[in-house]
């Protein structure tokens, strides 16, 4: 990564064939549009369909795209997650999407735009595209952060978020390597040392390839995990 880029990208796939061309062109346009010089950080969660060979043609067939990949044997998203954050630390601020390409790209603008007041921007979903049980899960993490350590942000685990890096970096290292949900104790971070935060409505995007999110067996337990971590996290703060 260059280290005079203003923005990393950093985006989790795994088994994600049917959405990062469209995902990588649709923001690419974004940000070159509006004159960001930026890097997308991919980190390959060891996708067992052609999404790597999918990222390495969109690399070498358009050089304009600036596009970093990392594979790693899968390990889960929050681990894919983390490895993308460390990796990007030398832009100024840090941006996470997730590669389902299932959130609209038009909010960005407004958060980059207003980022010199803030530390955390966070676009929240308002029509989630989510099962009951995910919903559930959803407002019991609100509910637990809220709880231990303030503040009114609704979507706490939300795939839209800009960062500033000299911020990030005072948390990445002390966030649990094995979390189920890193965003959730980042957003924890950023609202008990009172950072700058902005919230804005997030729009789904909807298109051919849109996957319902479900609940499973093991996405329950790590949930499960996930409010555990949550509350003992405060504890490192």
Not at 25 to 51: L, R, T, V
Not at 79 to 107: C, M, P
């Amino acid at each position: 990564m260059n280290d005079d880029i203003q923005l990393a990208v950093v985006v989790p796939v795994y088994n994600e064939e049917k959405n990062l061309e469209s995902l990588i062109n649709d923001w690419h346009q974004i940000f070159a549009g509006n004159q960001i010089s930026y890097e997308f950080i991919i980190i390959n969660d060891g996708s067992k369909d052609n999404s790597l060979s999918i990222l390495n043609s969109v690399k070498e067939s358009n050089i304009k795209i600036p596009l970093t990949i990392y594979s790693q044997p899968n390990q889960g998203h929050g681990a894919a997650i983390l490895n993308g954050y460390q990796k990007s630390l030398r832009a100024e601020w840090v941006f996470q999407i997730d590669a389902d390409h299932q959130l609209s790209t038009d909010t960005f603008v407004s958060l980059w735009n207003q980022r010199p007041d803030y530390d955390f921007l966070l676009g929240e979903r308002k029509q989630k595209n989510a099962s009951i049980s995910r919903k559930f899960i959803s407002a019991a993490s609100k509910a637990i952060v809220r709880l231990v350590y303030g503040g009114k942000i609704s979507d706490v685990n939300s795939p839209y978020r800009l960062m500033r890096s000299e911020q990030l970096k005072k948390i990445i290292d002390i966030v649990p390597k094995n979390s189920f949900a890193p965003n959730i104790l980042i957003t924890s971070f950023f609202i008990f040392k009172k950072a700058e935060i902005l919230t804005v409505p997030l729009e789904e995007k909807r298109g051919n390839h849109i996957k319902l999110s479900k609940a499973n067996f093991n996405f329950l337990k790590g949930c499960v995990k996930s409010m555990l971590q949550t509350i003992l996290f405060r504890s490192k703060l």
